[in-house]
């Protein structure tokens, strides 16, 4: 990897850090399942495969000086797309896995900050269609109540590994496939999921505006930093609580469960099923 003379390091000590910092990058840039021989940015260490919860964010970093890594490592989710719509949760170098959803950051918007900064259209386009199509399939599995709040199903669901969030709820879907809902497990109202899906429709809607212009446009970042803020703010206390009843609570006159506080729209909705 040619190390990009714009990072500039005063000491010898901190050049050699650079070096060992691009040396692992380079070591983690491999080819995996599907993907053809071309490489994508892996997580490293233990984890010799590329998640969708950080792989496509932290691509980003690459794009300056490796954009063909980035760009494969967004692609690599679009070529083992089902015809449903569904992402894999991760890719390895033999497989992919679908037992999770595991989104932290939306691709989509990952994707759209990418196609602006390496100024393709055909890629913007490619995201635009397939991240459309995974909108429909979380919507469609868990948005069962269409409150536009997702629900989380098992640990691996949201990345939080061995969080007491997750107590006594399985670590992946029944069957490896995040269709399904474990037996015997209520499921959660996410709001980090909840914030990923609304962060993507906001991305798809740039998207679908500026394909034709892939500069960035103003106040792109902010728009979709702010909508994520606010239904973090709009939904942190449903934080790993059940799902429960949309009615107002019989024992408690005036009272309403966090079900109808979702029902009355205190997250901000209408994007649900978006078509362009």
């Not at 060992?20 to 599907?34: H, I, K, Q, S, T």
């Not at 999770?100 to 635009?128: C, D, H, K, N």
């Not at 948005?143 to 199903?153: F, I, V």
Request: aromatic content about 10%; some cysteine; overall charge negative.
């Amino acid at each position: 990897m040619e190390i990009p003379d714009e990072i500039v390091v005063p000491s010898s000590e901190l050049e050699k850090l650079r070096e060992r910092a691009f040396a692992g990058l380079e070591r983690n840039c491999v080819p995996v399942f599907g993907s053809g021989g071309k490489r994508v940015l892996t997580e490293g260490g233990i984890y010799t495969g590329i998640w969708l919860e950080c792989g496509p964010h932290e691509s980003l970093t690459l794009a300056p000086f490796l954009p063909e890594v980035a760009l494969m490592s967004h692609r690599i989710f679009y070529l083992h797309q089902r015809e449903d719509g569904q992402f894999p949760a991760y890719i390895l170098g033999d497989r992919a896995g679908y037992s999770q959803i595991q989104q932290v950051v939306p691709i989509a918007a990952t994707a759209w900050e990418l196609a602006r900064m390496t100024g393709s259209g055909s890629f913007l386009q490619e995201s635009y269609e397939a991240c459309s199509r995974w909108e429909k399939w979380l919507v469609r599995h868990r948005d069962p109540r269409g409150l536009d709040l997702l629900e989380a199903w098992c640990e691996y669901d949201t990345g939080h590994d061995n969080s007491p969030r997750w107590k006594s709820v399985p670590k992946l879907c029944p069957r490896e496939e995040a269709r399904n809902c474990p037996d015997g497990v209520m499921p959660r109202f996410a709001p980090d999921l909840s914030a990923t899906l609304y962060g993507m429709r906001i991305a798809l809607s740039d998207g679908k505006r500026n394909r034709r212009n892939t500069a960035p446009p103003q106040n792109g970042h902010a728009a979709i930093s702010g909508n994520i803020v606010s239904i973090r703010s709009a939904n942190f206390i449903l934080t790993g609580f059940p799902v429960p009843d949309f009615a107002e609570s019989s024992e408690t006159p005036g009272s309403v469960s966090w079900g109808s506080m979702c029902h009355r729209k205190l997250l901000p909705t209408g994007f649900s099923g978006v078509t362009f």
